[in-house]
């Protein structure tokens, strides 16, 4: 059958088990790799005739999509997902799925499957796609379906997005990872690395653009090695001026950089682009070339400060965000103080900061790890000190200054606007609800901890 086939199969059975519109809840873990590969379910569900809940209570259909990046992810999982045993005894016709990258590894998604056998439907990250064929199947047979593998080398180019970032668009540039970093499980569950055609990437934002989208992040977990393989290849900063050619009023982000493929080049076209902030978001992860070496991150400390030293030359106002992991297997607290030391030389407005955690299967889960959790933890709180000094000090130089806002959301608690500058820094101000999804220029007044405070100027 055509999938256009599964899509009226499903309409035309769901319709007669729910009276009105069936609802769906989809729960979204993980990077925003996953988030992307959640508004394309949300795209199918919705062809398939579904409107969406806010809460799984309310849901005929529920769907966790999962992340396997660190243990504590995973466990999370779990718990979410055990905790919906009493739902589904309330309502025997409910749908549970699960998907995502944790369902990837073959003993996980058979253990969830094993320990909650109220789960109808387990898929993995390469068959996104078929998820009307699979519901489908699940509707007709009335049995458990787990559908992992078959990756394909083409990309699909045809799946319908439902976004739900408000002004703030995810497009995928790249999919898979080949770099095989020895503490990450992300090459065995996202598969190799695969690029869109230029073509098909710009195309999308461009359309963006004119929806009116405020801004635009190019997603792929090494964007740097962009158009490898493609018919006629184009590196990724080609791509990016490219895509700033577009016309229109938008900021374009892209994340993740790896520090062995970021060039010259790419800072040159950021340096002397309209539309791409003076950001990066580039994970170092170790100040420690043994570690690194260990990790193969294939790059040192001196090529990561010259990248640093060389983007501050052509952008003096650049900022720098960065991901970084303590206690690796192995990893002394000298070679840990390296990294504290690095944090320190290069003044990171923001750090995104985990304890190692072993992912079976992947190269460092085998290797020696005697420093205890206790310890590592103790490091890890050490290194959060010192950021939180940095990130207030990068907050305080901003104070009295002039930014350029996007503006997000409006803070529950605070009930204050809250948006990100060029820097990407939370200002937080008052405001009127009209404002989000807009750019407003905002004086900051105060730095307080991590955030900025300001007003809008008129
Ligand atoms: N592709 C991106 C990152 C993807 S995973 C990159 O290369 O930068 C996001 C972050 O999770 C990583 O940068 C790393 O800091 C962290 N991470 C990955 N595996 C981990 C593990 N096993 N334990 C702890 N942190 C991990
Ligand atoms: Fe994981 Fe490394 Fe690939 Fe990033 S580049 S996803 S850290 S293997
Ligand atoms: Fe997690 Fe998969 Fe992203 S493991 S970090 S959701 S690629």
């Excluded at 016309?247 to 790419?266: C, I, Q, V, W």
């Amino acid at each position: 059958m055509e999938t256009a086939a599964y899509i009226s199969d499903v309409r035309q059975r769901m319709g007669e088990r729910v009276s009105g519109t069936p609802l769906a809840f989809v729960r979204t873990y993980g990077c925003q790799q996953n988030v992307a590969d959640g508004e394309k379910i949300k795209g199918l569900l919705a062809q398939m005739g579904f409107g969406f809940a806010d809460s799984p209570e309310e849901a005929d259909f529920i769907l966790f999509n999962t992340c396997a990046v660190r243990e504590h992810a995973e466990d999370r999982v779990f718990g979410n997902v055990g905790a919906l045993k009493h739902l589904k005894r309330r309502r025997p016709g409910l749908i549970v799925a699960v998907c995502g990258c944790m369902t990837e590894q073959q003993p996980v998604a058979e253990r969830l499957q094993k320990t909650f056998p109220f789960v109808d439907l387990v898929f993995g990250t390469h068959v996104i796609h078929r998820l009307p064929e699979l519901l489908c199947q699940l509707l007709t047979e009335q049995r458990q379906i787990m559908l992992l593998g078959h990756e394909e080398k083409t990309i699909r180019e045809d799946i319908p997005i439902r976004r739900d970032g408000g002004a703030r668009a995810w497009v995928t540039a790249m999919y898979g990872c080949d770099n095989f970093c020895s503490y990450c499980i992300v090459p065995y569950v996202r598969g190799r690395e695969k690029s869109r055609r230029p073509e098909d990437i710009v195309g999308e934002c461009r359309e963006l653009v004119e929806a009116g989208y405020k801004e635009i992040t190019l997603l792929g977990q090494n964007v740097n090695s962009y158009g490898k393989g493609l018919a006629q290849p184009v590196n990724f900063a080609e791509l990016l001026r490219q895509l700033d050619a577009i016309e229109g009023d938008y900021r374009l982000r892209f994340m993740t950089s790896h520090p062995k493929d970021a060039s010259k080049e790419l800072f040159d076209v950021m340096a002397a682009s309209k539309h791409i902030p003076h950001h990066i978001h580039l994970p170092f992860q170790s100040g420690n070339d043994r570690v690194l070496g260990e990790m193969n991150r294939r790059y040192d400390r001196t090529k990561y400060l010259s990248l640093i030293a060389y983007a501050r030359k052509v952008m003096p106002d650049i900022t720098f965000t960065s991901d970084v992991i303590v206690g690796f297997p192995g990893e002394s607290y000298e070679e840990f103080l390296d990294t504290v030391s690095l944090i320190r030389q290069v003044e990171f407005v923001n750090l995104f900061t985990f304890i190692y955690s072993p992912r079976p299967g992947t190269k460092a889960a085998s290797m020696p790890d005697p420093v205890s959790h206790e310890e590592k933890t103790r490091w890890f709180a050490e290194l959060l000190k010192v950021q939180e000094e940095i990130a207030s000090q990068n907050c305080r130089k901003l104070a009295g200054s002039v930014q350029r806002v996007l503006v997000e959301n409006k803070d529950e608690k605070s009930g204050l606007l809250s948006g990100r500058t060029a820097g990407s820094l939370t200002v937080l101000f008052p405001g009127g609800e009209e404002l989000v999804g807009q750019f407003a220029r905002v004086e900051v007044t105060e730095a307080r901890g991590w955030n900025l405070r300001g007003r809008i100027c008129k």
